[in-house]
């Protein structure tokens, strides 16, 4: 079982910290296109450091929970929007973008879902559920058409 271990302020975690207010600064005041993925970068980047320097393991298990819950909603979006046109932010594309600027955002961002979940899947943990949400990303990835998300994919099968 794992220690809880108080979140103590460090220099990283302040300058992490820093970084993600000029991130989330950039992109909601100074920048005059808004991007879903400024928000999502530096909320992922946040998240991520935090439960890793206090996590104990309910914390880490909810979270892998609603990060799985939101990669699906996002995995969903993709596929109507390549299976029907419908729910496109801006202009119509023959790839589905969801909620981001550009296809290539949209396959890092599921590739940041499929890579635990697909290992999870490989080494025998979970069931059906994991089963099916690796094949709604990996369905969602193919909607993508992102060859840059085919690589990351395979480099991260490749180097796993």
């Known amino acids: ?7 103590t302020l460090t220099w990283i975690s ?7 207010l000029l991130l989330l600064t950039n992109t ?6 808004y991007h879903a993925e400024g928000i999502y970068l530096s909320a992922t980047l946040l998240l991520a450091f935090l439960s890793a320097s206090y996590r104990p393991v309910w914390l880490t298990q909810t979270g892998f929970k ?10 969903v979006w ?6 029907t046109g419908w729910g496109f932010l801006e202009e119509k594309s023959a790839r589905a973008l969801a909620l981001f600027a ?5 396959a890092t961002a599921l590739n940041l879902g499929l890579m635990p979940v697909l290992g999870f899947y490989l080494l025998g943990r979970g069931g059906p559920g994991v089963y099916g949400l690796t094949l709604l990303l990996f369905a969602a990835l193919l909607a993508t058409q992102s060859r ?5 994919l395979l480099s991260g099968i490749l180097f796993w």
């Open 28 to 33: 909601l005041y100074l920048n005059s296109a």
């Open 1 to 7: 079982m794992q220690q809880e271990r108080p979140f």
């Open 148 to 152: 840059g998300g085919y690589l990351g």
């Open 66 to 75: 609603i990060f799985c819950a939101v990669i699906a909603l996002i995995a």
């Open 14 to 20: 302040a300058a992490l910290i820093g970084f993600c």
């Open 102 to 106: 550009t296809p290539n955002t949209l």
């Open 78 to 83: 993709a596929l109507v929007q390549w299976l």
